[in-house]
């Protein structure tokens, strides 16, 4: 249709000379509309959509005016199309109406002939307004399917996760809980026999083999609290670990809900990092510092250091190390530094979020 568009101008006779660049600038004007009334029409902008169709409609009028026939009737014809299709029903009917209207100005060919034109170009306008219509529709009922599909996954995943649950909490918890109470019988009989350098060397392993339990049995815990997505906040979670060992805990930035894999990092990191303390420097002074920055969440760790000599277990790994942690915050796309620094040592963890 351009091409028809151009050539009809050019035919016309009238731009000639320097007026032979007015029907390409004109057609890059209306484009640029079309491509224009697009765009405010998706976003529901009626008052602009109505300009651009008005601006190329002044167009075509311009081109009758100069008695190129072809082009206005085009530009008047698509003008009546485009708001038929995209604009709604009532103010889009009355635009094309009134637009292609103007097309018997430019033909000679009786009444009838002009009904029909205006008659066909509104049923092909409106024609196209319902296959868009169909065609969102069935866009949207798409999107529902994939959200069903979806929420079906994610209900099935939660399921097998509290499968999971129930079955740690069935082998392992209940283990643990048996073997907790094991250790402290054994605890209470070690107490009562004789006095000795053997009983107290017996008596130091069983309460850090209980000790090791309870914590064993802490993990299992939150562990099946993440699985069950019960999981407490990383604020309230640090707060009671500082509160056991003594720290200081500060929390910056602004507070918001962490994934379960983020969160669990923080929690590990943060457990580790107190129990590395306990065994290689106790007694020293420990800092917590959770900071929420923008795309991450970050962990800090810091003791003041010891003279103190550590204990027997303080060569005894718990299952985790450092290295552990690293992985774990690797895997999450971040980042775990641990090393001396002053006089004390420092663990820091960066997790995207």
Known sequence: MAAWAMSGAY???????????????????CAAAVLRYHRTTLANRLLP????????AVVGAGAYAAGAAVPSVVLWISVSVMAMERLPLAPGLVIGVVTVALFPLTQDNGALAAGITVGSVLLGGYSLRLDAGARGAGFLLLAQERAAREAEATSAA???RARIAREIHDVLAHSLSAQLVHLEAARLQIERGP??????????????????????????????????G??????????ELS???????????????LCAEASQA?????????TNVRKHAPGAKVRMLLAYAEGEVALEVRDSGTTATAGELGASG????????RERAELLGGSLEAGPEGEGFVVRLRVPV
Do not use: K, N
């Open 243 to 257: 509160v056991a060992d003594g720290a200081e805990t500060a929390v910056t930035g602004e507070r918001r809900q």
């Open 49 to 56: 959509s109505l300009g651009l169709l008005a601006a190329i």
């Open 11 to 29: 035919t016309s006779g009238f731009f000639h000379g320097w007026r032979a660049v007015l029907p390409p600038l004109a057609l890059l004007c």
């Open 158 to 160: 939660l399921d097998e």
């Open 195 to 228: 006095a000795g350098p053997f009983r107290d060397q017996i008596l130091e392993r069983v309460v850090a083999a209980r000790g090791m339990a309870r914590e064993g049995l802490e993990e299992t815990r939150q562990a099946l609290s993440a699985l069950r």
């Open 230 to 239: 019960e999981t407490a906040p990383v604020e309230d979670y640090l707060r």
């Open 318 to 325: 718990a299952g985790y190390g450092l290295l552990g942690m």
């Open 266 to 274: 923080v929690r590990r990191v943060a457990q580790e990092a107190l």
